[in-house]
């Protein structure tokens, strides 16, 4: 299992439908994220920042391959065009990152 974290903006004037959209996600989406190998997907967020944090638990062997699935799902697609709008990708994310991927410093086990 291999934990990963996110980190992105919402814009401000989308905080309220982005909080609602995310009360009651679909049912496909969420399957596809089962299917795609996650476990305990969780956004958190810093107000008044708008700032983001997505964990998420990686429990298959390929994650690139799990992507690529993902994002060639229709419903899935269909998600993100909704919500990609929505948000601020953060300047400093690296070359095609649209969620900045974070580097993990320290876990406590046990």
Known sequence: MERMGFAIKVKPEFMAEYKRVH?????????RIHDCNIRNYSIFLHEPDHLMFAYYEYHGSNHDADMALMAEHAKTQEWWALCMPMMAPLASRKDGEFWAGMDRIFLAEG
Request: aromatic share 12%.
């Open 23 to 31: 009360a009651d996600v679909w049912p496909e989406v969420l399957d």
